[in-house]
């Protein structure tokens, strides 16, 4: 029986379009994001769903197709929802009329014709390349395949190939969507509507159509016609319409005489988008307006609201934008590899080098200027790595380390306690491809141990040195393992003089030295040949590390 078939079919059908509600929304740029549209579309079907399913195993068509009406219209969301209310409605009043227990191709095209009838009567000014630009063509092929006496089955497979091919046809329809690469959204749902349905009614719920024997093209070959056509962009600039907010709310009229005519002409002077939809007294009414609360008191003067939905279509499509290109980003994200390397450099010559010895993602920080935990787990996260290791390069910033390894649930972070940019150097060189993370975390901690760092700055208030020399503001430090050692006037000859300390402490033989963003190459080109004069006998790797406030960072080892 029809009533039964449809009863059994819509909420397969609804299902489809409830699990596709996401991909449907992303196609959203007409004419304006107000709500998403496989949303809208999927919480409208839901409703109808609820209320064909309260209605006992006996109900007649007739009695179906009310509850269609019924439930579509209270539940329409968005423009797009209120209009498939009434393409649902046009459909089911025109299977009511059908003679027989089982549909024929005729019954079939008989219905469509009338979801168009209903459909385009709703909307004041029906645009090409949407959801009645596909009802139109799928009617139009039902018609063409009752004029051939094509059988039911023919015919289903047909105006499933024709929803599809049509839906491929809308950016050539309509401008807006062709600017910006989708097909129109609301078609795409009714198309994934009438697929699922159809499915249903052939007894192939949940699989990919096939009508690969009754028609030249197939259902397959339509819907990739459709992903052909298909690039989703960003679009924050959209300029469907003036108006910001969309409104729509279930009205009953007060009167017999209510004005629907009249009501659409003040509808028209408060925004675009107008819709009244619905026999007196219960309507749904949606349009796009900046002024809201005026649309609402007007229609309070003639009857009853309730069910109000407004909606900020400005925020929507910047969230819209927003979704879309966080879901880029996660598709276009690599498989993990297996170990990548975090660290923090206060200088982008640092960062260059860390970067040069196989750091993935360098954060920016150090003295003074201490990244969060939250900037140091999502830099774990952009490595995309199944095991992360950790170079704080800095005493104050190793609890902040810590706490996002133990923060990531993505990776198995370490952190390795390097205390300055030179250890995290020493400890990349010790680093082995073949080695578990844990072998190259204890190798790293090992490699760090042997260096000592020095770094020369200058004071900014009075204080004293390890051995009790005064320091005024002004003064150029060197400072050894966290202790003032050497106190001067000059960069280079304190440089000098803390290097010469270290060295009668104990011979090292490499110095890796470091320029900050206040040192001249010419000053830096001294620095050097001082050193060598100082020290013949000591290697110097030399670098310009950028980093504020310290002229100079060196290691020995």
């Known amino acids: 029986m029809i009533s039964t078939a449809v009863r059994t079919c819509f909420p397969v059908a609804a299902k489809v379009v409830a699990d596709k509600a996401e991909e449907i929304n992303k196609l959203n740029v007409f004419p304006v994001p107000d709500g998403d549209t496989g949303t809208n579309m999927s919480l409208t079907l839901n409703t109808v769903v609820k209320e064909v399913e309260a209605l006992p195993a006996t109900a007649s068509m007739e009695e179906i197709a009310k509850a269609i009406t019924h439930g579509s219209l209270m539940g329409a969301r968005g423009n797009s929802g209120v209009i498939t209310s009434q393409i649902l409605r046009g459909i089911a009043e025109g299977l009511v009329d059908a003679k027989g ?77 062709k600017e910006n690469g989708v097909v129109d959204s609301g078609a795409f749902g009714l198309a994934t509507f009438i697929e699922g349905f159809v499915n249903a009614v052939k007894g192939k719920e949940g699989q990919v159509s096939d009508f690969k024997t009754t028609v030249d093209t197939t259902s397959e070959d339509a819907k990739a016609h459709v992903s052909d056509v298909v690039q989703i962009e960003l679009n924050d600039d959209w300029e469907g319409s003036q108006y910001r907010y969309c409104t729509e709310f279930l009205f009953k009229a007060d009167k017999p005489d209510f004005d629907e005519e009249g009501t659409l002409k003040f509808l028209s002077t408060m925004g675009d988008c107008e819709l009244l939809v619905g026999t007196n007294p219960d309507y749904k009414i949606h349009v796009h307006s900046n002024h809201p609360d005026q649309v609402l008191g007007h229609m309070l003067e003639l009857g009853q609201i309730f069910k109000v939905f ?143 760092d020095g770094e020369v700055t200058t004071a900014v208030r009075d204080s004293a040195a390890a051995d009790g020399t005064p320091i005024h503001a002004g003064n150029v430090m060197g400072i050894e393992g966290g202790e003032i050692v050497v106190v001067g006037d000059d960069v280079q000859d304190v440089t000098v003089k803390l290097i010469d300390k270290m060295q009668d402490d104990e011979e090292g033989d490499t110095l890796t030295i470091l320029a900050g963003s206040d040192m001249s190459d010419e000053d830096f080109e001294k620095l050097l040949a001082a050193i060598e004069e100082a020290q013949p006998d000591l290697e110097i790797d030399s670098h310009r590390g950028e980093q504020p406030l310290y002229p100079v960072v060196f290691s020995i080892e």
């Open 310 to 452: 407004i909606h900020n279509m400005d925020l929507e499509a910047h969230e819209r934008t927003e979704k879309i290109a966080a879901d880029q980003k996660a598709a276009e994200k690599p498989e993990p590899k297996e170990l990548g390397f975090v660290a923090v450099a206060a200088g982008s010559g640092e960062a260059d080098i860390l970067k040069s010895l196989g750091v993935d993602v360098v954060v920016s920080g150090g003295q003074t200027m201490n990244p969060s935990t939250a900037d140091i787990l999502a830099a774990i996260e952009e490595v995309n790595a199944k095991n992360v290791i950790v170079l704080p390069d800095n005493g104050n910033i190793r609890m902040a380390a810590e706490a996002a390894a133990n923060a990531c649930d993505t990776a198995k972070v370490f952190v390795v306690t390097t205390k300055t940019v030179l250890q995290a150097f020493a400890a990349m060189f010790a680093v082995d491809a073949e080695a578990t993370p844990e072998e190259n975390v204890e190798a790293m901690q090992d490699a760090i141990a042997d260096i000592r």
């Open 101 to 177: 227990e089982e549909a024929t191709t005729a019954d079939i095209a008989h219905a469509l014709r009338r979801g168009v009838k209903v459909a385009f009567k709703a909307v004041r000014k029906p645009v090409e390349g949407t959801i009645l630009t596909v009802l139109k063509d799928v009617s139009a092929r039902a018609d063409a395949c009752e004029l051939k006496r094509m059988s039911v089955d023919e015919t289903l497979d047909a105006i499933v190939v024709e929803a599809y091919e049509s839906v491929a046809r809308t950016p050539e329809l309509l401008p807006v969507l």
